[in-house]
């Protein structure tokens, strides 16, 4: 049995507590505060160099940053334990980190990206569901981890103390990036734009679940991830008596309700996959008011970003005719955004043959086919802009519910395979010879 072996036995009790600390604590995307604060602690102790929030973002390019009043409220609710350096960091919505271990040895320079954000979504209470059976379930009201960004967390503490114990046995260089807000794609490009992603060579990331595959399968890449942009549309009308002077009203909600609709007419794109939704409507004061607010949370997606462009145009001017048509305003706020990516052929033959030795990983899969997006695309991109290789990769588990839903779950044992995965790849690429 090889020391590794050992150290991934050894390490499997705490994979599964870290994962149970997180989902009992979710927390919203930028306001990550507790959660970036244990990650930190922990890497701290193992002797990484740390950049904590507003250290590892471009505060300008964060999409859909909170309302400062939620952000108060949260970082008010915040716990007294938290070192006031730490929060200071973080304050205002700053909230991830990005953790360094540099052997001193010369070789390659490999990055790991773990998403850390939980989901506006209320968790099942019933026996059924086993974290709460098992009493880990939310203690945040509303908030849940639905996606499975608890288990990647806890995934890259694994690696960060396999790397941390074996330095001695590696070369070259490794970056983890704990990143706020991937859910709505808009903490990455945060992350992408200070300058981490430039000078690597390997980039890593991955997914827990996402496709219905058995623990011990690992997609060692993946293909269809599509470019995203995420829009919240406000209408601003004029209200009015609707039984005195309707005419003097200018309706909002009508003008909401239309591009709603409207925008699902969007001629399809012959060069690929598109995607149009409007997953939130809101408009009105009341039954004898004309409306002069009306409210739009929208998304496009394309297979490419000619394609998602295509369709941004479109719904843009589907928005302004409809607010044309009823006389109203629109303003359209830009909250969030993916990219394109493709994973490099390269990768599935570094992830197959590394990881054929593991006991843990049963099958593993060239690419796997998905049509969500990740905002990883950006961290992605950059690193193959400048001349590094990348990878997405799958993790197998069967999931209680889908993805998202109050009673989402998977099977812990897919923790120990990732974390597997991820050190074969560490060790079988970039061992000190
Ligand atoms: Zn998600
Ligand atoms: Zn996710």
Partial sequence: MSIHHEFIQDIQPKLVEWRRQFHRNPELGFMEYETTYAIGKELEALGFTLYIGRDALKSTSRYGVPSSKEIQQHEANISSSMEEEWLNKMKGGHTGLVAVWNTGRTGDHLAFRFDIDALPIKEKADDQHLPYKKGFHSQNQGVMHACGHDGHTAIGLGLAHFIASHSSELNGKFTFLF???????????????????????????????????????????????????KWNVTFKGQSS??????????????????????????????EGVSRINVGKLSAGNGRNIISDYGYLELETRGETKSINDYMQEQARRMIRSSADMHNVDATIDFVGETEPMICDDEMISIVK?????????????????????????????????????????????????????????????????????????VKGGHLFE
């Fill in 241 to 270: 008596h609707a039984g005195m002077k309707p005419e003097d009203g200018r309706n909002a909600l009508l003008a909401a309700a239309t591009a709603a609709t409207q925008l699902y007419t969007i001629p399809r794109h012959s």
């Fill in 353 to 425: 043959e590394t990881c054929q030795s593991s006991s843990n990983i049963m099958h593993i899969i060239n690419i796997a086919n998905v049509s969500g997006s990740e905002d990883a695309s950006f961290m992605m991109n950059a690193v193959q802009s400048h001349g590094g290789k990348a990878t997405y990769m799958l993790f197998g588990t069967k999931l209680s519910d889908n993805h998202h839903s109050p009673a989402f779950d998977y099977e812990e044992e897919v923790l120990t395979v990732a974390l597997d995965t991820y050190i074969h790849i």
């Fill in 179 to 229: 990143q706020p807000a991937e859910e709505g794609g808009r903490g990455a490009k945060a992350m992408t734009d200070k300058g981490w992603l430039y000078e690597v060579d390997y980039f890593y990331s991955g997914h827990i679940g996402i496709q219905d595959l058995p623990v011990g399968t690992v997609a060692a890449s993946t293909k269809g991830f599509l470019a995203s942009s």
